[in-house]
């Protein structure tokens, strides 16, 4: 049984899912070391509430009685 592959993120190269690959799933650590500078440099984000408190609100509440 073959494994299916997917393309790399970043070159398109095919990878075929393995845990021998710890840059999975880019094709190599330069593909991946690529998308990490794009997340860094925000070319890359998340869609999200900007009018969202940060960091938010917990239900822990701070108290002097420790």
């Known amino acids: 049984m073959s494994q299916q592959q997917s393309k790399c ?3 398109g190269t095919l990878v075929t899912p393995s ?3 710890p840059a999975r799933p880019f094709c190599s650590q330069r593909c991946q ?3 990490l500078g794009d997340w860094i440099d925000e070319r ?3 869609p999200g509430d900007e ?3 940060w960091p938010p609100d917990s239900d822990v509440t701070d108290s002097d009685d420790h």
């Open 9 to 11: 993120p970043i070159c």
């Open 19 to 21: 845990t021998d690959n």
């Open 33 to 35: 070391l690529i998308d």
């Open 44 to 46: 890359h984000s998340i």
């Open 51 to 53: 009018s969202a408190p």
